[in-house]
């Protein structure tokens, strides 16, 4: 049960569709999904609206549609092109002999054309009428008293589709915050409505944000994307939908992969693929192969968490699947299949076997070659990239075999492919090259590897180039390929070429992005360690110099700086580098340039723990080493890479050598079990994890906590977990609690009843209201609005709505000197007679 409000109700509406306004500013920030239109006759002739995440909805509502995880071409677009561009141009004829009819007709019209032309795929020919049909919108919102804004958001978010798909990354941005943004306002104009709206919105403002390369800030918007439909999906709501939510989640994995948390991304896709899990069970024919690619991904998550045997197990299961569905339908899912396999290869080499990595890639690439040898010449393009992936891995895991020379033919093939995609792919033809360069270097041939090596080298460097940022995973890329090339140059005795690489590139970058060039002049040095006398002395001094003059004018060390400091510890001439350090800074050798490797590694390893129990065992097997200074000292370099986990080991270890380690680690472990109490996946799990772990009826929650969790600790505490968990598994105990904590003026049981209510049961009017009675109990009467009850009010039904106004007058008549004035807003709220 990952919940992430409180569950009592309490100012739900506002934050479930205001949160895009006012958590975030959408003006400091891409592919989502499209706008499939439906016409709804009637008025004025047909009017478009967004096609709705239920059936309920329906109609009823407009806004964006979930995403296809698999895109397949509607099998009527083609068909249907001719029809839907005479239909434009009759409302076109319509609209400019009475705008006021015709305008809403022509607008629906652009949008189902624009809808059509993208599942046929011509993906460029789709941005045209999506954009007019978003100006025709504006026009009449402007015009008019804000009627069609919805039809506004829908339109703006279907060109930021389009945009994207085409490509413009830049272009797609902007209508993709209005979007969001006009869905947000209009949740807060309406409460209850637009959620499911905003939630889309939200995920595609950071699918567009993560394709301008900042994968940082999409995490966030993600982050609401998932809350939203999850609410939703919790209470039931008109616009959920647990396909959408499913969705979401993997989005969210990606983008908290994109930017450097590949931990956090695991357990998002295992819930996806849970929930997607179920819905194959019930609708195969949809969602198998939903899972199929959420497993895939699954793997890959995985295998970046050095999860190798987890990688395995779920793209197996994706092979799996993907081989049944092609069975079926081959056209569509030999493809899939080809990618699951690609993918499983990999990670059967990571995991150790290398042989059926190879014979799993080999399958891959035999289906890429069978595909593409069926279609036309004209098409036969479209399988390059894939194809060559496949290659590449297959040159992999052949090498991995203890068959080098073997892998050249592959990766060959590939750089060749890649070549003849033209500039779409120059980040794959620039990884291939550095294969390339590898195993050609592997062979024997020097020249061909610099060779390959250095048109890597080039291409990097002119995608680092279109993207300044010394973050940027093409500045990474670049320095691992001029890595590569330095290392060649030097192994043929050419380093004086290489340092003329170097020296080149960082002037080119001096410029355009001093990040990166400060990064590169970093490499530079460190290159020069490598090299014959005299060049390492000369490192040495440039290393020293620069950590002492950058140390002065940046403030703080960031990972530039740690790579300066590791490359002084890892050269082997210590007290060279010690002797360089005091006669160039006149100052001490500081103790991180002594602070032996094993120390740091240890340290390292220490934070890394996978929980704070492997972390407690740790400590006791290497108590001594991880009390001493060095220690301490390896902390503050770690802090640069890992500023929350170092800080916090330091604050561990410093309660460690204060108290002890039961007393330091048993908060954390209690802290701990508490999260994972909180991720039961249904009540019966939720008991037996605490019968379990009895030691968390002792813990007092955070207050972010679900009300109805802390209402199992706290009643278990007092009357034992047979009567806290009745609560939660029958409604009629649940009521007769409520009305013991009312007849009682008890408002701490009143408020734990509400949160059962509202997040248990789902009554948030019951939830809501019993909430805020709770508070006039407690005399804290501040920060509630009875009136938000009436939002709520029209959801539940007569008998519930009778039933609260009875209970809240009855508090009002024993309690008469509490707060009367707003028990009586709260019955009137209730639409009651105060």
């Not at 390492?536 to 790579?563: C, I, N, Y």
């Not at 105990?733 to 408002?747: I, K, P």
Request: net charge negative.
């Amino acid at each position: 049960m990952n919940y992430e409000d409180r569950g009592t109700g309490v100012g739900d509406e506002a934050r479930g569709t205001g949160v895009g306004a006012r958590v975030f500013r959408l003006d400091q920030v891409g592919s989502g999904s499209g706008v499939r239109c439906v016409q709804l006759q009637g008025g004025g002739g047909s009017h478009c609206g967004a096609l709705a995440t239920d059936d309920n909805a329906a109609g009823a509502r407009t806004g964006p549609r979930e995403p296809d995880m698999i895109q397949t071409r509607g099998p009527g677009a083609e068909w249907g092109l001719p029809q839907a561009e005479e239909e434009v141009r009759s409302r076109r004829g319509a609209a400019e002999q009475d705008p006021a009819t015709g305008l809403p007709a022509l607008a629906a019209a652009l949008v189902g054309l624009s809808e059509l032309r993208a599942e046929a795929g011509e993906v460029r020919r789709a941005i045209a009428p999506a954009e007019e049909a978003a100006g025709i919108y504006r026009s009449l919102d402007e015009e008019g008293s804000g009627g069609f804004t919805p039809e506004l958001a829908g339109a703006l978010h279907q060109w930021s589709d389009r945009l994207a798909a085409a490509g413009d990354s830049t272009g797609a941005l902007p209508p993709a915050k209005e979007a969001a943004r006009i869905y947000a306002e209009l949740g807060m104009k309406r409460p209850g409505d637009y959620q499911a709206e905003l939630a889309l919105t939200m995920g595609a403002l950071g699918d567009r944000v993560a394709d301008t390369g900042d994968r940082a800030t999409a995490v966030p918007f993600a982050k609401q994307s998932v809350r939203l439909q999850r609410e939703l999906v919790d209470e039931g709501q008109p616009g959920a939908s647990v396909p959408a939510l499913a969705e979401y989640l993997l989005r969210y994995a990606g983008h908290l992969a994109g930017s450097g948390e590949p931990v956090e991304a695991v357990p998002r896709t295992e819930e996806s693929v849970g929930f997607l899990r179920h819905l194959a069970a019930d609708e195969p024919e949809v969602y198998l192969p939903r899972l199929a690619t959420a497993l895939r991904t699954l793997g890959g998550h995985r295998a970046a968490v050095s999860d190798a045997s987890g990688a395995v197990e779920a793209t197996t299961e994706a092979v799996s699947l993907f081989r049944d569905l092609a069975a079926q339908r081959s056209a569509l899912f030999r493809p899939e299949l080809a990618r699951a396999l690609d993918g499983l290869a990999g990670h059967l080499s990571g995991a150790g076997d290398p042989a059926a990595g190879l014979r799993a890639a080999e399958e891959a690439v035999a289906l890429h070659r069978e595909r593409a040898a069926e279609q036309a010449a004209e098409r036969a393009q479209t399988f390059r990239p894939g194809l060559a992936a496949a290659l590449r891995t297959q040159a992999r895991c052949l090498a991995a075999t203890g068959d080098p020379v073997g892998a050249l033919p592959p990766v060959r093939e590939a750089v060749e492919l890649l070549r003849e995609e033209g500039d779409t792919v120059l980040a794959e033809l620039a990884g291939a090259l550095q294969t390339l360069g590898t195993y050609v270097e592997l062979e024997g041939d020097a020249e061909g590897a610099v060779e390959a090596f250095w048109e890597a080298v080039a291409l990097h460097r002119s995608l680092a180039l279109e993207r300044p940022g010394a973050a940027a995973a093409p500045v990474t890329a670049l320095v691992s390929a001029l890595d590569d090339l330095t290392r060649a140059l030097a192994r043929t005795g050419e380093h004086a070429a290489a340092i003329e690489e170097f020296d080149e590139t960082v002037k080119e970058f001096t410029a355009a992005d001093p990040a990166t060039a400060r990064r590169l002049g970093v490499e530079r040095s460190a290159f020069l360690l490598r090299c014959p006398d005299p060049r390492p002395a000369t490192g040495v001094t440039e290393l020293v110099r620069w950590l002492d003059e950058d140390g002065e004018a940046a403030g703080s060390p960031d990972t530039v700086t740690v790579r300066a400091r590791q490359a002084l510890r890892a050269y082997g001439d210590t007290a060279a580098v010690h002797t360089a350090w005091e006669e160039e800074t006149f100052t001490p050798v500081p103790d991180w340039l002594a602070l032996p490797p094993e120390t740091l590694d240890l340290v390292s390893a220490w934070i890394f723990s996978p929980n704070w129990p492997r972390s407690r065992d740790f400590w006791s097997e290497h108590a001594e080493a991880l009390g001493s200074s060095g220690a301490a000292t390896a902390l503050d370099e770690l802090a640069v890479l890992d500023p929350r986990g170092a800080q916090r080991h330091a604050l561990l270890r410093e309660a460690v050598l204060v108290h002890g380690v039961t007393a330091a680690y048993d908060p954390l472990i209690l802290q701990e079990q508490l999260a994972q109490w909180l991720e039961c996946a249904d009540w019966t799990e939720s008991r037996a994890y605490l019968e379990e772990h009895p030691r968390l009826l002792t813990v007092q929650p955070p207050d972010a906590t679900p009300l109805a969790h802390v209402a199992m600790l706290d009643i278990g505490r007092a009357e034992g977990l047979d009567a806290a968990y009745r609560l939660v598994e029958d409604r009629e105990t649940l009521q007769a609690y409520v009305d013991r904590a009312l007849e009682a003026g008890d408002g701490t049981a009143l408020m734990h009843g509400g949160g059962i209510e509202g997040q248990v049961f789902g009554d948030r009017l019951s939830s809501l209201t019993h909430a805020q009675v709770a508070l006039v109990l407690a005399g804290a009467t501040e920060g509630f609005e009875p009136d938000d009850l009436a939002a709520l009010r029209h959801r539940a039904d007569e008998e519930t709505r009778a039933r609260l106004v009875r209970e809240t007058a009855a508090v009002a008549a024993r309690h008469p000197d509490r707060h009367g004035e707003t028990l009586r807003r709260i019955v009137e709220a209730l639409g009651g007679a105060a």
